[in-house]
């Protein structure tokens, strides 16, 4: 019998001891990395079918890879406030097989950030952001709004937060950091724009991230893939579930873990005509 949404719905941080040591044997494990499942975006089909399909389609592909765990790194619906497009994100989310975990994107927040617009969202999702460790790796993941929209009091406690679980994170294989918005696209003095974080912000990120080894940042929000790598961390953005924009096209990231490193593989949702998912 299928859970429901929120029968598998992540406790809103998890900090698990890192169970498998780093030295001792290693099991050989893949996670899916999927965002902006954006129920409603660009979609004016009657009942969100479209949109509707576009997931589920998805997510049966990701099945059948039988992943250790899927993260969606948020704009999980376009209007927040419209209660058929979380009904539709919902229903999807119970449909997958693999343990889920997620985070906000800017539309799960009604495109800006205050304590209680945020305080809803966990009420409706549960938690904002989470950290846990299995295979020895480390995944956290972490609110990209109130740094974006620069909530300065929110934004200073969670990075002493984040700080902390990468702090306990430091004997792990490897560490994977989930946002919405990148920290940047393509280069850290790229212009700053709606995808990417504000200049000065970029590097009191990267250097926190280097500091304690952080291997690579998965992210959503530009509706296109981009993969670059600075300073020995990996830096990905992934295709949207939904509708795709620029060079994007419906899909999602393949992440391979073994005991000599990763490979993250960009994968196309079968079966859809990107011609009528691309805008």
């Not at 406690?157 to 950091?177: D, G, H, I, P, V």
């Amino acid at each position: 019998m299928k859970r429901s949404f929120y029968d598998k719905l992540v406790p809103a941080i998890m900090t698990v001891a890192l169970l498998v040591s780093c030295s001792g044997k290693f099991t050989p494990f893949t996670f899916v990395h999927c965002t902006d499942t954006q129920i409603g975006f660009i979609d004016s089909t009657d009942g969100y079918v479209h949109s509707d399909s576009l997931m589920r389609d998805a997510f049966t592909a990701i099945n059948a890879l039988r992943p250790e765990f899927v993260f969606v790194t948020g704009d999980l619906v376009d209007d927040v406030d419209d209660p058929l497009q979380n009904t539709i994100f919902e229903k999807g989310m119970a449909t997958l097989e693999a343990p889920y975990y997620l985070v906000p994107g800017n539309h799960d927040y009604k495109k800006q950030w205050t304590k209680e617009i945020r305080d809803g969202y966990v009420s409706l999702r549960g938690y904002e952001r989470f950290s846990f460790s299995q295979h020895g790796c480390a995944f956290i993941g972490i609110d990209s709004n109130c740094i974006k929209e620069n909530a300065e009091e929110a934004e200073a406690e969670q990075f002493a937060w984040l700080e902390s679980e990468l702090r306990k994170a430091r004997k792990a294989r490897y560490t994977f950091l989930f946002l919405h918005c990148p920290i940047f696209k393509q280069d850290i003095g790229e212009t700053e724009d709606y995808e990417n974080f504000p200049i000065e912000k970029r590097e009191k990120y990267i250097s926190l991230l280097k500091e304690y080894g952080v291997d690579a940042v998965l992210a959503g929000h530009t509706h296109k893939d981009y993969d670059t790598e600075y300073e020995g961390i990996r830096l990905v953005a992934a295709n949207p579930i939904c509708n795709a924009l620029g060079h994007g096209r419906p899909g999602f990231n393949v992440v391979r873990v073994d005991k000599d490193g990763f490979d993250i593989k960009i994968v196309p949702t079968p079966g859809i005509d990107p011609e009528k998912c691309h805008f």
